[in-house]
């Protein structure tokens, strides 16, 4: 089945969908991304995605194209279209194309919007799951507005192909000696019972799943202490996890070839992720 992608309105197929050299998307990054996750044809955590799209759209002053109800129904097709049961939705916004290049933006240039989906059968009871994942941490190189969701991703590709070269699946980026988030998902740990993530600030990407887990957590009456932790707590702690809207909880049972107690994902991580699906499935719209 060919993908139907979808650019500026028009849905066309993949090897059909174009964008101009000149967009600022190519030439500066200069853009913003979103990545929804869909359980049973539905999208997860959606108006958390909206909320930020919005946020970072509004921090690099690009218009946002649509409403809320237009982007929910944009989505709504595209899994539809392709037939996504299991998988994500990527949306992307760029500056658009001002018909050349120069550092200095022109007002008033229509945003290029593009979507297309993922299919991933199997995304909710993936095997990484019931084994975890193994982390490193590397230096984090990114620039200094993380909470502003750009496709500027390569500190964080670089970072990933290191920890796959060392063996292992990802990397957990540290600032001033303290972990910021993974290359790509927001980072945890669990130590006597309390769990500890880095707190919000423009250090980090304001995970949509990390508010999810946040909200789910204190329901389940854990306690959730948000401050940042170092790679020292990180070897130490008693459990890992990480949580993006793709990996949803994600359990770590390795860090720096160390491994956190017996090595299989832990009582915290497992719950965690069991209440997050149940609920995201049942929040799906
Ligand atoms: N931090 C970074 C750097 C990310 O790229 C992501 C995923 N895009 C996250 C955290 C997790 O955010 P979310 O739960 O909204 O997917």
């Known amino acids: 089945m060919t993908r139907i992608v979808h650019v500026n309105g028009d849905e066309l197929a993949e090897d059909q ?23 049973g044809g539905k999208l997860v ?22 409403t809320d109800e237009e982007w929910l129904a944009i989505h709504r097709r595209m899994v539809e279209s392709n037939g996504i049961d299991e998988g994500l ?23 290029t919007v593009v979507l297309f989906t993922q299919s991933k059968p199997g995304l909710a009871d993936s095997p990484q799951a019931r084994d975890g994942i193994r982390v490193i941490m590397l230096p984090d190189l990114r620039w200094r507005r993380r909470d502003i969701k750009t496709v500027q991703l390569l500190a964080p590709s670089l970072a990933k192909m290191e920890a796959k070269a060392q063996g292992a699946d990802d990397a957990w980026l540290i600032e001033e000696g303290v972990i910021t988030e993974g290359t790509s998902n927001n980072a945890w740990i669990v130590k006597d019972g309390r769990i500890v993530t880095r707190g919000l600030s423009t250090d980090i990407l304001h995970g949509i799943t990390r508010a999810a887990v946040m909200r789910l ?16 707590e990180a070897r130490a702690a008693d459990e890992a996890f990480v949580t993006s809207a793709s990996a949803f909880v994600m359990p770590v049972v ?29 929040s799906a719209l």
């Open 254 to 282: 390795e860090i720096d070839g160390a491994r956190l107690g017996d090595g299989r994902p832990g009582p915290v991580a497992r719950r965690l992720r069991e209440i997050y699906l149940e609920d995201a499935r049942a």
């Open 17 to 39: 969908a174009k964008v101009s050299v000149f967009d600022r998307g190519f030439l500066m990054a200069d853009g913003v991304y979103e990545v929804t996750s869909v359980l």
């Open 217 to 232: 957590a204190a329901e389940a009456q854990m306690t959730v202490e948000e401050r940042g932790f170092t790679p020292e």
């Open 89 to 111: 939705v990527y949306l992307q916004v760029t500056r658009g194309n001002p018909g050349d290049r120069d550092f200095a933006w022109v007002e008033g240039v229509a945003p």
């Open 45 to 66: 955590d959606f108006p958390g995605h909206l909320a930020r799209l919005g946020r970072s759209l509004g921090a690099l002053k690009i218009a946002n194209p649509h």
